[in-house]
């Protein structure tokens, strides 16, 4: 079995920054793409930012400039360094990766459980 799990959301001021980090770890061979998504109240869960396993990244176009994804592969763990936050970035933030368990096995995709941004203004 794999685990997800999210950690650093928290209450920042308008302008303010947070770090993101989530650790995947338990029957893992190899892990491909990670992510992070977020969904605010009455929203469907939107992109934030994904990156490779060889650290090519993508991000949606309101997060550009402001988040920055990073992962450690040795650590199984992918970062969302976020700088000026705004009101509008009050969400519950979800990491997925995509893991394969065994050479054998392919790839399936694992959420955490979310963490708590909230952004005051």
């Known amino acids: 079995q794999v685990q997800v799990v999210e950690s650093g959301g928290g209450l920042v001021q308008a302008g303010g920054s947070l770090r993101l980090s989530c650790a995947a770890s338990g029957s893992i061979f190899s892990i491909g793409d990670m992510g992070w998504y977020r969904q605010a109240p009455g929203k469907q869960r939107e992109l934030v930012a994904t990156i490779t396993s060889n650290s090519n990244t993508y991000y949606a176009d309101s997060r550009k400039g402001r988040f920055t994804i990073s992962r450690d592969n040795a650590k199984n763990t992918v970062y969302l360094q976020m700088n000026s936050l705004k009101p509008e970035d009050t969400a519950v933030y979800y990491c997925?990766?995509?893991?394969?368990?065994?050479?054998?096995?392919?790839?399936?995709?694992?959420w955490g459980q979310g963490t708590q941004v909230t952004v005051s203004s």
């Open positions: 997925n990766a995509e893991v394969r368990s065994s050479m054998w096995s392919g790839r399936h995709d694992y």
